[in-house]
């Protein structure tokens, strides 16, 4: 016993310098592992975030207003949240999948009006055309088309990338959509709004 305690006795600097580095070490991993588990929940609760956009329902619904509502709803939640629809709604020429966006006007026609009119009257959108200028925000691909220079494969990048990327900003973020560079922007940035 003896043996072993002068062989700590003598080594007792290694040993402490020993000691301390393990402490070290293990606190450094226990505070490392906490952080990251920090940073993990935080990520979490920004994807239980969603963003809200505001929408304007018209026409036959019970409860025609404007709507706060989480950007990644549907037609369908609109009219939901607008009291559901009214027995003159015609339901046939509604897109109840179609993806909600900011500034969205939602006009559900009447039956009688698809009669009168003979035609197929759609869900009126703000991506139309005004003051000669189509919104990169909200227009569908037809819209997109009529801006000069801008394809069917053109407006459907246009579409797909705002799908996945969300709204555009600012209008020089048209330039991040493929097929599109700065010579095609400068050609239409005077057709386009956000």
Same mark, same amino acid.
């Given at each position: 016993?003896?043996?072993?305690?002068?062989?700590?006795?003598? @080594?007792?600097?290694?040993?402490?310098?020993?000691?301390?580095?393990?402490?070290?070490?293990?606190?450094?991993?226990?505070?490392?592992?906490?952080?990251?588990?920090?940073?993990?929940?935080?990520?979490?609760?920004?994807? %239980?975030?969603?963003?809200?956009?505001?929408? %304007?329902?018209?026409? $036959?619904?019970?409860?025609? &207003?404007?709507? $706060?509502?989480?950007?990644?709803?549907?037609?369908?939640?609109?009219?939901?949240?607008? &009291?559901?629809?009214?027995?003159?709604?015609?339901?046939?020429?509604?897109?109840?999948?179609?993806?909600?966006?900011?500034?969205?006007?939602?006009?559900?026609?009447?039956?009688?009006?698809?009669?009168? @009119?003979?035609?197929?009257?759609?869900?009126?959108?703000?991506?139309?055309?005004? %003051?000669?200028?189509? #919104?990169?925000?909200?227009?569908?691909?037809?819209?997109?088309?009529?801006?000069?220079?801008?394809?069917?494969?053109?407006?459907? #990048?246009?579409?797909?990338?705002?799908?996945?990327? &969300?709204?555009?900003?600012?209008?020089?973020?048209?330039?991040?959509?493929?097929?599109? &560079?700065?010579?095609?922007?400068?050609?239409?940035?005077?057709?386009?709004?956000?």
């Amino acid at each position: 016993m003896k043996k072993y305690l002068d062989i700590i006795y003598f @080594n007792r600097k290694e040993i402490i310098i020993v000691i301390i580095m393990l402490f070290g070490f293990f606190s450094f991993n226990y505070f490392n592992k906490n952080d990251s588990y920090i940073v993990e929940s935080e990520i979490e609760e920004k994807k %239980d975030i969603k963003e809200s956009i505001v929408i %304007d329902i018209k026409g $036959e619904v019970n409860n025609p &207003g404007s709507y $706060e509502i989480e950007s990644d709803k549907r037609i369908k939640d609109a009219i939901t949240k607008a &009291g559901g629809l009214t027995n003159d709604a015609d339901t046939e020429s509604i897109n109840l999948s179609e993806k909600l966006q900011d500034e969205m006007l939602i006009v559900i026609p009447k039956k009688e009006e698809i009669k009168e @009119n003979n035609t197929n009257t759609e869900i009126k959108t703000t991506a139309e055309v005004k %003051d000669n200028k189509i #919104s990169i925000n909200t227009a569908t691909k037809q819209e997109l088309m009529k801006i000069s220079g801008i394809g069917e494969s053109k407006a459907q #990048s246009i579409i797909d990338y705002r799908n996945q990327n &969300g709204r555009f900003n600012k209008l020089e973020e048209l330039t991040n959509v493929s097929g599109i &560079g700065k010579k095609t922007f400068e050609k239409i940035k005077n057709s386009i709004k956000l």
